[in-house]
């Protein structure tokens, strides 16, 4: 990694040689340069261990500040194309959808400056310190980054004062595809911060806090939290690494913007290298001898009780997201009945009203679709099996809400499972189709479905999509009944099928990817969540 980063920078860090003095190798200065950033060491101290003077440390790290920036200008820029659509995808997952991000500001401790109003830079921590805005994503890429203003100024007047209000006001920032949420809300993108943002602008969303919340403001605030959680784990990774950036440190006020800009630039493409972090470093001991967290400036901002936000734009938005993803997770079940019931496959959703008998369920599937024939499929999607799946939680009052019958329960082949996927099938042989039933999930808007006349690529669609179906119903099963929680399991199961799995589907039959060789993002995340590994197989092992 150290010889790419040379290589990068040699043409802007090489010096001409004279006839008074032979430069400095490029490898020496761009190692000083790092090495002050990372370790924090004073430039008396570290230019001793590399045998140059201090003079000559300082315009080392100067060049090399320079050389990184004009090296690396697109490691840091706003997400464009399928960067932008992965984004937009993990945030989905998390129940945020067109999220763009999470922003915060983190706090630069500087020795008391000597050629400024050193009454600016005191910050509410009785430090003095310079401010760093920064958005990133769920990977804790670092997506914009403004600093430079000092330590006592509010975030809103730092996000006023940025290159990404300007952005966002004049409707350049956001260019999502319209995404429509409940009570008419329609958004193209927004971003997620902390409660020092309580009316500042209509693409921020906040949290309610508070202490008397509903059970929807409550689910909404403990997932908007986690989802933003990513923006101090990448502050933890950032200055751990980069130590002259945690601790205190003489600067010239003048370049530390730069070499912070420098910094995170490195940092994304430290992520981008897949070098590890070493989570140790977010540990210290004290004079005391006691072991804590070490102090990452990030100061928040916002009190205890609720806020009123006078945005009614941002008011409406957080809304609908709040109602969205109250209609994505399931309210606690009753307790489970006391005898078991051993079903075939999962059912997961089912439009109020269906009515399945034990005669008719265990056909519906391949000889009525939506009041309309469906094609005669001799693809392998009919021949996985059933999967058979014991004890199957707390589905009582479920049942009884979608008018199901409770002895027709075990004859049931996953109806709004195999529906979706008989659809999309159909829709590749090009079959005419029938009004598209409420219990069919469709892909998203940016997977485009469509006939596929070649055979060989009809015959591949199918063959890819009988493999998605047989890996699903295995995570499935995992999900309830290997994860510690089986209602949790449950849920994530509802969620999935619910927002991803057509899409899935769909991509594999229509862009060809095979599971073989790509994880689906959603699979992937929900597996995490409930803290269990990927199975072997599905990586192709």
């Known amino acids: 990694m150290f010889n790419q980063i040379v290589a990068a920078c040699a043409a802007h860090v090489e010096k001409i040689v004279t006839h008074y003095r032979m430069p400095l190798l490029v490898e020496q200065v761009i190692a000083f340069a790092l090495y002050r950033w990372a370790s924090g060491e004073t430039y008396e101290s570290g230019t001793s261990a590399f045998g140059i003077d201090r003079a000559t440390g300082l315009q080392a790290v100067r060049d090399v500040t320079a050389a990184l920036l004009n090296a690396y200008p697109d490691a840091i820029k706003w997400p464009a194309g399928r960067r932008r659509a992965q984004i937009l995808c993990a945030f989905r997952d998390k129940g945020f959808a067109n999220c763009f991000g999470a922003i915060d500001c983190t706090h630069i401790y500087i020795d008391k400056p000597a050629g400024a109003p050193s009454i600016n830079y005191y910050d509410r921590k009785q430090k003095f310190s310079v401010q760093a805005q920064v958005v990133v994503d769920l990977d804790l890429r670092i997506l914009d980054v403004h600093v430079g203003y000092p330590g006592s100024v509010h975030d809103v007047r730092v996000l006023h004062n940025s290159h990404l209000w300007r952005r966002a006001e004049s409707g350049d920032l956001f260019d999502a595809p319209p995404e429509n949420l409940p009570h008419g809300v329609v958004t193209r993108g927004y971003l997620l911060g902390d409660n020092g943002y309580p009316v500042a602008c209509p693409w921020i969303i906040q949290p309610y806090g508070g202490i008397f919340q509903g059970p929807d403001e409550e689910r909404f605030d403990t997932r908007q939290k986690v989802a933003r959680g990513c923006v101090e784990r990448a502050f933890g990774r950032l200055k751990c690494m980069w130590r002259l950036f945690l601790r205190t440190h003489k600067t010239n006020l003048q370049t530390l913007p730069q070499q912070f800009v420098a910094v995170c630039t490195l940092h994304n493409i430290l992520l981008d290298e897949g070098v590890d972090f070493d989570k140790n470093l977010l540990w210290e001991v004290d004079e005391n001898g006691v072991r804590r967290r070490v102090d990452l400036g990030i100061v928040g901002n916002g009190g205890g009780g609720r806020r009123q936000c006078t945005n009614v734009d941002d008011d409406l938005l957080r809304d609908a997201l709040r109602d969205r993803l109250a209609l994505m997770l399931l309210r606690k079940p009753h307790p489970p009945p006391t005898n078991t019931i051993v079903v075939s496959v999962v059912v997961v959703l089912l439009p109020r009203g269906v009515q399945l008998s034990s005669a008719s369920s265990s056909s519906s599937s391949s000889s009525s679709h939506a009041g309309g024939p469906v094609p005669n499929h001799s693809s392998p999607l009919a021949s996985?099996?059933?999967?058979?799946?014991?004890?199957?939680?707390?589905?009582?009052?479920?049942?009884?809400?979608?008018?199901?019958?409770?002895?027709?329960?075990?004859?049931?082949?996953?109806?709004?499972?195999?529906?979706?996927?008989?659809?999309?099938?159909?829709?590749?042989?090009?079959?005419?189709?029938?009004?598209?039933?409420?219990?069919?999930?469709?892909?998203?808007?940016?997977?485009?479905?469509?006939?596929?006349?070649?055979?060989?690529?009809?015959?591949?669609?199918?063959?890819?999509?009988?493999?998605?179906?047989?890996?699903?119903?295995?995570?499935?099963?995992?999900?309830?009944?290997?994860?510690?929680?089986?209602?949790?399991?449950?849920?994530?199961?509802?969620?999935?099928?619910?927002?991803?799995?057509?899409?899935?589907?769909?991509?594999?039959?229509?862009?060809r990817e095979d599971w073989s060789n790509i994880i689906s993002p959603a699979i992937c995340a929900h597996t995490l969540e409930l803290r269990i590994d990927l199975p072997l197989w599905y990586a192709g092992a």
């Open 384 to 511: 996985s099996g059933p999967l058979k799946l014991a004890s199957w939680p707390n589905f009582t009052p479920h049942l009884a809400q979608s008018g199901m019958k409770l002895d027709a329960w075990p004859n049931v082949n996953c109806a709004f499972f195999s529906r979706s996927v008989e659809y999309l099938v159909a829709i590749a042989r090009g079959v005419p189709l029938p009004k598209v039933p409420r219990s069919v999930a469709l892909p998203r808007s940016n997977v485009t479905v469509t006939r596929l006349t070649d055979s060989a690529q009809l015959q591949g669609a199918t063959n890819r999509a009988s493999k998605c179906q047989n890996v699903v119903m295995r995570v499935l099963h995992g999900w309830v009944f290997k994860s510690g929680s089986r209602e949790r399991g449950y849920t994530l199961a509802f969620q999935y099928l619910l927002e991803s799995v057509a899409t899935d589907f769909a991509r594999a039959m229509w862009l």
